[in-house]
């Protein structure tokens, strides 16, 4: 028996389950179409069979999903820590050994053992570049360096980086992942393990702001691309700040060569160190160097072409199965502000719009967010409708509840999950919580009825509107009473062992509302926006959970958990739902 075959009778019979109502998993399984995107007010959602999808996921680190064997023992963890999604990589060299000769016997089984973990997939094509870099090419690419051409940097050096000028790559490239999603349409195309694409990962020139190779060079003397300067031109008001700045130095030339039309670049003869230190950043610089365009041509010049090669790469899989596509970026930073220090030409949101331009079949453009600066990332990484979907970040709990909450995000992925998955942790309370609520959040994202807040202790009491209230958060952390704020004390004064907390709101109705917190409580008191009666009284306090879309009392709150009816906290990982009214 082949692999496809024992895989179509394996999958005939986890049908069967789920037709005989014995599938335990949490989302239905249905025909109802394939993974898309849809959006909702401001936000753009994933929808698998038929209802918003949030995926609680996490990042198998590069190598870890290479056999069944080195995964087996991973699986149980990922469910123990909440995950409903998990991100593997498909490595072009392990999937396409030898050229035209594809072996799906791995992802089958990683799809199969997904489905017994009630776990959805997140594929992860690593083919021409991965950290910018090329090393999961195939042996058969990597060696044939005349037909799949190197990039060339400063002093004609060649890295092991393949070129957005090798049309060979491009096409081999689209022709291996076209029949890996041929593959998966064949054995997923039913059951809908498989939510999602990453095509490529961290594309980008490292080492030098561009490929300065002879075919790049002549490009680059060439005219800007009439595809993109109509791009521009019609999407001119809206254009990211940044680079809008770039072209309007330049006069908003509407024709010309890169340089004519960007700005000069980096001089030929200046040698990249490989972090932003010479020239020297002053320490301004070093804090804003990282939301900046530098040598703004070369990395516009590289966005574009890494661009047109992605889009050809993704076309190929959406003509075959047309799963959510996106592209994730190595996001520049302090110390590495300057293109080719970190990946030039990613989809840095500098640059967005280039990927717009040049890659209209990838759905998302998405980061790679370690930064600190989350909030802000998220924000810039949402302009201009973006959808959010964070592949890899760290496990901080309270930015799960902000890119939820705040940013509509379809999905939150620390990397290397394996070793932080576990039941007791930060981040499966706050995957707890967000799939607890999932129904509220996926029903509210986009509209004014959604938000989230962080606070910490010490932070003055911040007003939010939400639905018809003015809603005033007080810290409380772990203790039962909000600590007073102390508009005197500095940072430094502050308890630091007290913890950030997080909590997301919701209104679902005029006077009706779902919270939850991780981290810390938080108090929330109510002022209508409305005229009329002013003095809000606590309705139903209920802290309790979704089951299959209906919401399922656990704890009804009165007495001291409600300071005698007159006092809302919402205390970590314990949802609730909470209905208020007016009197005077
Ligand atoms: C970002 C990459 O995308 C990942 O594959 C991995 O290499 C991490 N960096 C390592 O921190």
């Not at 109502?21 to 249905?30: C, H, I, K, M, V």
């Not at 993109?228 to 254009?239: F, I, R, V």
């Not at 004519?260 to 980096?266: C, I, L, R």
């Not at 409580?521 to 209920?542: E, H, K, S, Y």
Request: aromatic fraction near 10%; glycine fraction near 10%; hydrophobic fraction near 40%.
């Amino acid at each position: 028996m082949n692999s496809l075959v024992r895989f179509l009778i394996a999958s005939a019979c986890s049908v069967l389950v789920v037709i005989l109502g014995y599938g335990s998993l949490g989302y239905a399984q249905s025909e109802s179409g394939v993974p898309h995107l849809r959006k909702q007010g401001s936000a753009t959602q994933l929808i698998v069979d038929g209802q918003p999808f949030l995926a609680l996921a996490g990042e198998l680190g590069n190598n870890t999903a290479t056999s069944l064997e080195n995964v087996q023992p991973i699986w149980p963890k990922l469910v123990s820590g909440n995950l409903n999604c998990v991100l593997v990589a498909v490595s072009w060299a392990q999937m396409e050994p030898v050229e035209g000769r594809s072996e799906f016997a791995l992802i089958d089984g990683l799809i199969q053992e997904a489905r017994r973990n009630h776990l959805k997939l997140v594929f992860l094509w690593f083919g021409s570049w991965k950290n910018g870099l090329s090393s999961y090419a195939p042996y058969w690419v990597k060696t044939d360096y005349k037909h799949y051409p190197r990039i060339q940097i400063t002093g004609g050096k060649t890295l092991e980086l393949l070129s957005t000028f090798g049309d060979a790559t491009r096409d081999a490239d689209a022709r291996a992942y076209g029949a890996l999603m041929r593959h998966i349409k064949e054995v997923d195309g039913v059951l809908h393990t498989v939510l999602m694409m990453q095509v490529e990962n961290e594309v980008g020139v490292l080492r030098d702001s561009r490929d300065r190779s002879a075919r790049a060079n002549t490009a680059f003397a060439g005219p800007v691309p009439k595809e993109l300067m109509n791009y521009l031109q019609q999407h001119k008001e809206s254009l990211s700040p940044e680079l809008r700045e770039v072209w309007a130095g330049q006069g908003f030339r509407t024709s010309g060569t890169w340089e004519e039309v960007f700005g000069p670049g980096k001089p030929d003869s200046f040698d990249m160190p490989i972090q932003t230190k010479s020239p020297p950043m002053s320490v301004e610089e070093h804090e804003t160097s990282w939301r900046k365009l530098h040598w703004p041509v070369d990395e516009i010049f590289m966005a574009w072409n890494y661009a047109r090669y992605v889009n050809t790469v993704v076309e190929a899989g959406k003509k075959e199965y047309d799963l959510p596509v996106f592209v994730n970026a190595w996001l520049q930073q302090p110390n590495h502000a300057w293109p080719g220090t970190y990946p030039s030409g990613g989809p840095v949101p500098q640059v967005h719009d280039i990927w717009r331009a040049g890659a209209p079949a990838a759905d998302v453009l998405a980061p790679d967010l370690y930064l600190e600066y989350f909030d802000e990332v998220c924000t810039r990484f949402t302009r201009n409708g973006n959808p959010l979907f964070i592949p890899e970040t760290s496990t901080n709990a309270t930015n799960v509840l902000s890119a939820f909450g705040k940013f509509n995000a379809i999905g939150f992925s620390p990397f290397f999950i394996e070793r932080s998955a576990a039941a007791d942790t930060e981040l499966a309370a706050a995957y707890g919580l967000v799939s607890q609520l999932a129904p509220a959040i996926g029903a509210q994202q986009g509209k004014e009825t959604i938000t989230a807040a962080r606070m910490n202790q010490g932070d003055a009491p911040l007003d939010l509107k939400l639905g018809n209230y003015t809603l005033t958060l007080t810290y409380v952390g772990l203790g039962r009473v909000p600590i007073a704020p102390d508009p005197s004390a500095t940072a430094a004064a502050r308890d630091p062992k007290a913890p950030e907390a997080a909590v997301i709101l919701i209104a679902a109705g005029p006077d009706e509302f779902y919270f939850g917190a991780v981290g810390g409580g938080i108090q929330i008191a109510f002022t209508p926006i409305t005229p009329g009666r002013q003095i809000v009284g606590l309705g139903d306090v209920q802290q309790g959970k979704f089951v299959q879309g209906q919401w399922r009392v656990v704890r009804q709150l009165g007495g001291d958990d409600t300071g005698q009816g007159e006092i809302l906290t919402v205390r970590p990982n314990a949802p609730l739902r909470v209905t208020v009214y007016h009197y005077e």
